[in-house]
């Protein structure tokens, strides 16, 4: 599976799936690859980010925006459909990473989307460490939900810089058809942006026909001006993804930092016509989060960015109230959470 | 549409606020109101409707005030208001934090009735509007509180009357209702022709904090029950509206010796430097255009953007307009609602359709087939002179220029006759401290737009009004002294004697204009004799050409606003020193032209300067606690180019009360001496020996009333004083009203030079205009 090229891989049932319920989606299936460019150090430079105007306007978001009752159930589908489906501890077994798969294969009772009229809805990814990808590979057969691995001494990207690269190609070669890799936070604090740019060319290249996410750990980066930055030069390394965080840090997926990332990616694009995917990661364990997250890509970045190939939420609780949300629109009472499988 | 399809299209749908409750309320009041007098609703008179300007429905009818109901109202307000104002401030206090608590307890029916009435979309009305009515009372409450602590000589006005707009009727209703309440007055307020609805609720709930009957009271009706309101026996007209109708006020109150402050509209500048935050600049922009429909009077209207990055910012703005939603206000989903009413509609619709000029480019958004809807607008490509970059269209209509320097934005920023406020945006602090204090306008935002909060003072400058509200400044304006000052008697010319006593040496005084001794242009001169017949010399007959000079020189003189305080106070000990050496020539000239002696006045002349010289540095501004992460600071600003006739009784000492804090706060002046001139023209040569710069004082002799016409009426001069004995008060606050210029009157009544009132804060303040300086900070 491992290993397609997206383009080449998708036949044109798929790409009806892909329109409509958006399953077995590969990514940048119908944007053309970022390339990624040369390190251009004054555009870096030029590139500013107010911190408490990022913050008014990320606050006032979730009042400008309300989607109810049969759209808001629309909406929640959506969002399950760009979930990855994470499971990133020390205590993962077999076991664990199978349970998980089975529930992205069948995220909500079938009853429900039978009534909902969506059967067939799958989750965006699974997402798991590198010993786990051949387990997730087998246990998603037969989907077309792709595995995503966790690699470069995730979380903290401090390994030797070889083992980091190898770990990359081990990972792809196990199965994984997207890789999130974690940049080195120090070049970002030092301003080192030749050597963040060549540590993402570097990781971009050992993943080839695999996805690259770029995962910023922003809650490390000390500024919404650093994280702009950042994610300028992870784009300009050849990102096709660029993440917020590992979930392992003391702050993750925050909206004035998802704000200031996606506003890169907007730059990007119109300078250089190439569409960067985004991915908030951590953090986002409720519905409405998961609503307004949607409501900020949509208003910010349009509708390309509600597709799983341009737009992923990193969750492992988020799931389980939007079932609950789900239970309640088809039926007007409030659900348990005992009422839907675990994942 | 099935899920199935919205899951593809992932189009918003409609999430309505129900207007239920809000609709039941007007139900129960039989959807006719009377006017709130005197603690109950009248019976509903000669009615008009108020109706929703986005579906165009009826809302209810409302009652035509009459100068009859005006007149009761007052009346009812004058009874109730000696025991409201007698009440212990802590009890006022409580009425005060009863009312706060009451608006947020009934805060959804507040904004979905302002919603209906207004067309303001229900998230702005919830998030903002109310929490800011909220918000203003309690503040207030607080002010109540500590007024006789902190300000044990101010007293209450008495009743006051307020007119306010449609554009944020229960706020406006907030920023009069809560001063006046808290400073001891009662209130008459007429709210707005197209939004009277919150207005009446708040009336009719104020009855559950238990509001005595009179404190309150509201009248509806159209402009012509404003026009009686103003007309009525108050004691202040607080006026939020148009520019026009402001000019209107000011001439009618003109002499009334009715306290006035006047907010009124303005063509905010907005600024963008190469350096900025380009999206949250962009994104700004839409809360400071795309806000309340543009029907703001402090909207940045007006776009001035670094010629560099213009082309970028247009093109990230064109796509922030296309994502904008306008529809039906009471859907929590939409960013822009109904615009007020079809003849607010038509208003903006001529404006931008009677002016061509300029690139178009109309948000790509979908427009409800009916309503009062008017497309987010923006129009590049204008020049300084074009209507629509100079004129408030008051709709949501962006006009943009380029710059290329900072100095560049802040001449084309300040090239406006209004002065409301102004947003800069720049990462850079030096640049954004820089250009704050020098732009024209009340308020400045950095980084930030729109940002409002009770503790911090909100007006304008030129003509967008005077007076502050919010802040310890804004109920300043509410109070007054509490002496009783006597009438002031009229000083009698003194006429030539049959015959005059004459020095052979011939002292002929000039006027003093530019820091030069000057010959009046009439080339009149007039003699000045002293009480006992004697010749004390002559004085030139200045005429409305010497005053243009004057003002000239006084602008060229305008540096001296941006020496340092500390400068200033040591030229105005430099004076004092300089008087004290000709101790007793000044008071043998007093001695002469008063016939009494003259060492006390000038005793207490160099006292004088010596106070205003500490003061020059001390008269601090301050750090508002606003509730956000970031400051707002009241600056203490010069007001500009004072003009004041001076008093007849005190010739010396007059003229140094009156020049010494309007030059100490950075002002420069043109003074008009009164009847014994010849103190004030010996004074220049203190002033020539004690490093003034020409043009920051100037001395214009003359027939008072030709030269304070001149002075009213210039529309080059920022502030009038008149301590003078004739009869100019109403003169003055009339001529002011042609670019709505400060004025501070004596209406004929005496103040006692040598005292306590011949000095201090209340000098100081007239003498500078507080500027906020909102100042968000984070990184």
Known sequence: ?343 | MTIKEIFDSMAYGPAPESAAEALAWIARHEDRFGHYIDGAFTAPGETFTTSNPATGKPLAQITQGTAEDVANAVKAARRAQPKWAALPAFRRAEYLYALARLVQKHSRLFATLETLDNGKPIRESRDIDIPLVARHFSYHAGLAQLLPSEHPDMRPLGVCGAVIPWNFPLLMLAWKVAPALAAGNTIVLKPAEYTPLTALLFADISREAGLPRGVLNIVTGDGSTGAALVDAEVDKIAFTGSTSVGKRIREATAGTGKALTLELGGKSPYIVFDDADLDSAVEGLVDAIWFNQGQVCCAGSRLLVQEGIAPRFHDKLKRRMDGLRIGDPLDKCIDIGAVVDPVQLDTITRLVRDNPEGEHYVAATPLPAQGCFYPPTLITGLGTASPLMQEEIFGPVLVSMTFRTPEEAVALANNTRYGLAATVWTENINLALDVAPKLKAGVVWINATNLFDAAAGFGGVRESGFGREGGWEGLMAYLKPARKPAALKPAAPIPAPAEPVVDPLDRTAKLYIGGKQARPDSGYSQPVYGPRGKLLGHVGIGNRKDIRNAVEAAHAAKGWAKTTAYNRAQVLYFIAENLSARHAEFAARLRDQTGRPGEAEVDASIQRLFTYAAWADKYDGAAKSVPIRGIALAMNEPVGVIGALLPDEAPLLGLVSVMAPAIAMGNTVVLVPGQRPLSATDFYQVLDTSDVPGGVVNIVTGPAEDLARTLAGHLDVDAVWSFSSHPLSALIEREAAGNLKRTWVNHGRARNWTGAEGEGRAFLSQATEVKTVWVPYGE
């Open chain 1, 1 to 343: 599976m491992g290993g397609g090229t997206a383009g080449t891989a998708m036949d044109p049932e798929t790409m009806t799936t892909l329109s409509t319920t958006a399953t077995g989606l590969l990514p940048q299936v119908t944007h053309p690859r970022n390339p990624g460019m040369a390190l251009d150090l004054d555009w870096v430079a030029s590139v500013q980010a107010n911190t408490s105007a990022i913050e008014r306007r990320a606050a006032t978001l979730p009042g400008r925006r309300s989607v109810k009752k049969e759209y808001q159930a629309a909406w929640l589908l959506k969002a399950i459909s760009l979930i990855d489906l994470t499971t990133l501890s020390g205590d993962d077994t077999p076991g664990r990473v199978q349970r998980l798969c089975a529930k992205a294969r069948q995220p909500v009772a079938p009853w429900m989307l039978d009534k909902l009229g969506m059967p067939g809805l799958t989750v965006g990814a699974v997402c798991v460490y590198h010993e786990m990808v051949e387990t997730a590979v087998r246990a998603l057969e037969g989907t077309n939900i792709p595995v995503a691995a966790v690699s470069t001494g995730f979380p903290a990207g401090l390994s030797p810089y070889r083992l980091r690269i190898a770990e990359i190609g081990d990972s792809v070669k196990a199965g994984a058809r997207e890789i999130d890799i974690v940049i080195s936070r120090r070049h970002v604090l030092t301003q080192n942006w030749q050597a963040l740019y060549d540590e993402m060319r570097d990781m971009r290249e050992a993943c080839g026909d695999a996805h690259v996410k770029a995962i910023l750990a922003t809650g490390e980066l000390g500024t919404l001006r650093n994280v702009a930055r950042a994610s300028l030069v992870c784009m300009m390394g050849g990102a096709d993804f660029i993440k917020t965080s590992t979930g392992k840090e003391a702050v993750n997926a925050t909206l004035p930092v998802s704000l200031t990332m996606i506003r890169a990616i907007r730059d990007y694009e119109a300078r250089t016509g190439y569409k960067v995917g985004y991915k908030p990661a951590g953090g986002i364990a409720k519905a409405k989060d998961a609503l307004v997250y949607l409501t900020l890509m949509k208003d910010e970045l349009g509708h390309p960015w509600l597709q799983p190939d341009l737009f992923r939420f990193g969750a492992s609780s988020l799931l389980g109230d939007i079932e609950r949300q789900l239970e309640h629109h088809l039926t007007g009472h409030y659900s348990a959470a005992n009422r839907h499988a675990m994942g």
